[in-house]
């Protein structure tokens, strides 16, 4: 009898030798998942379908980068959840561009709360910690994303995921105290560096 994991590993090669047929049988069997994801995280049902498509386009361009350290559909969350994640951040730069009009001042923009300070600061630990979360393993990641960024469930993250829940609880604890001991190290060695 095929495994789950030995049939997905089986079609990644098909896709990647060209077959157009395995690539259809990929995104019928991961996009429940995918639509999951996005509509928990955007609100507007055009962006959805757009970035439905979008992630589909880049598992497609990185399939190759697929080093079967985590289950298919693990990396093809962590696809689903990057991408949304640069959509938001792309669409919070375009908000406050148009807040800020070529004619504001620094005075203008620092009237209505909004410093250049805490925007670059925001950004650059935001970025950090984006950092961080992308040198976690794969699907520590996932769930730290899913459970924070997302305010998915244990049980949510489980049925998604394909995993038990204990299994969940235990990798979003480890993924905690990893990001922890990371950004601890980080931040100290970025004051002293200063």
């Known amino acids: 009898m095929e495994s789950q ?22 995104v019928t069997a991961n996009q429940r998942m995918v639509e999951v994801i996005i509509s928990r995280m955007i609100a507007n049902d ?10 589909f386009v880049r598992v497609y ?25 640069h959509h938001v951040e792309k ?16 005075d203008d923009v620092c009237d209505e709360g909004i410093s250049p300070e805490s925007i670059t600061s925001d950004r650059q630990a935001a970025v950090k910690l984006a950092e961080e979360i992308d040198r976690l393993p794969v699907v520590w990641g996932t769930i730290l994303s899913l459970f924070h960024l997302h ?13 038990p ?23 100290a060695r970025e004051d002293l560096c200063a």
Request: glycine content about 4%.
């Open 61 to 85: 361009e990185r399939l190759g980068q697929f080093n079967r350290e985590s289950k298919l559909s693990t990396w093809i969350a962590r696809i689903a959840i990057n991408t949304c994640l």
């Open 5 to 26: 994991l030995d049939r997905s590993l089986l079609v990644v090669e098909a896709v990647l030798g060209g077959d157009h047929k395995a690539y259809r049988e990929l």
């Open 151 to 163: 305010d998915m469930s244990y049980t949510e993250i489980s049925g998604l995921m394909k995993l």
């Open 91 to 106: 669409k919070r730069v375009l908000l406050y561009e148009d807040q800020v009009s070529d004619e504001s001042t620094v």
């Open 165 to 187: 829940e204990g299994t969940v609880k235990s990798y979003l604890h480890r993924a905690r105290k990893l990001l922890k001991e990371r950004l601890t190290d980080r931040f």
């Open 46 to 55: 055009e962006d959805r379908r757009d970035l439905c498509q979008e992630v």
